[in-house]
């Protein structure tokens, strides 16, 4: 298996513009987290789905996230507008639904946003 | 609400010598509990995990965790540091079945290991 795979793995957009972060989970697994991560703030959880259904978003920093799971394959985290202060690497993980299994992460988005 | 704290921001050790990297947890039912490494530009990487059984579990690369329940603590540990281990190391809790954040995973803030030649 590929593992976790993430697109793009580097993002740099300005202030005001969409930005789209992709996710593809490992084959089979069921639960999908969505992190950020920063120097100040360490590891967020923003999201997690478990078959595809958002169980707790209550990580989501404002209304300008959004995140969606259309498929058992694919995942997005959607900014809108985006602003500097978004600004971090952004990690998709998937495990499957057991919680004695161990999250996959992917390599992680680098984003920029000037 | 889970939480897990890692109360030292960085640990610096010689080579060759035991390192320990600390971590506390809270939940309110049984934990599921992790240990990942992070390398510079790389995502995270699992080492071990505790689930139930012996409360001393063996991982990846030497490194080795102590389940305490009573001081609902999960170190890390290896007897003999090498350079290379030098990294970002988190701790993460899984709360067990029951309530709305199952299958929620939480992260400690990072631990930075340095180990000096």
């Known amino acids: 298996d590929a593992g976790v795979i993430q697109s793009p793995r580097h993002e740099v957009t300005e202030m005001g513009q969409e930005v789209t972060l992709r996710c593809k989970p490992i084959?089979?697994?069921?639960?999908l987290f969505w992190y950020r991560q920063t120097m100040m703030r360490g590891l967020e959880l923003l999201i997690y789905f478990n078959n595809n259904v958002p169980i707790d978003d209550s990580g989501m920093p404002e209304d300008r996230f959004s995140a969606k799971m259309p498929n058992a394959s694919f995942s997005t985290l959607k900014i809108q507008p985006s602003e500097p202060r978004d600004s971090a690497v952004y990690f998709c993980?998937?495990?499957?639904?057991?919680?004695?299994?161990?999250?996959?992460f992917g390599q992680g988005t680098r984003l920029t946003v000037v | 609400a889970q939480s897990v704290a890692q109360p030292e921001d960085q640990v610096n050790v010689a080579e060759g010598n035991p390192l320990t990297v600390k971590c506390t947890y809270s939940?309110?039912?049984?934990?599921?509990l992790f240990w990942y490494v992070q390398y510079p530009n790389r995502g995270l990487q699992f080492l071990l995990k505790y689930i139930t059984g012996d409360n001393l579990v063996k991982g990846s690369y030497g490194f080795e965790a102590e389940f305490n329940k009573s001081q609902t603590s999960f170190h890390l540990k290896k007897p003999s540091a090498l350079v290379s281990d030098s990294a970002l190391y988190f701790c993460?809790?899984?709360?067990?079945?029951?309530?709305?954040?199952?299958?929620?995973?939480?992260f400690g803030q990072g631990t930075i290991l340095t180990v000096h030649p």
């Open positions: 939940v309110s039912g049984n934990p599921y």
């Open positions: 993460a809790v899984r709360e067990n079945a029951g309530g709305t954040s199952y299958g929620k995973l939480t």
């Open positions: 084959s089979g697994h069921n639960s």
């Open positions: 993980a998937s495990s499957t639904t057991g919680g004695d299994t161990e999250a996959f």
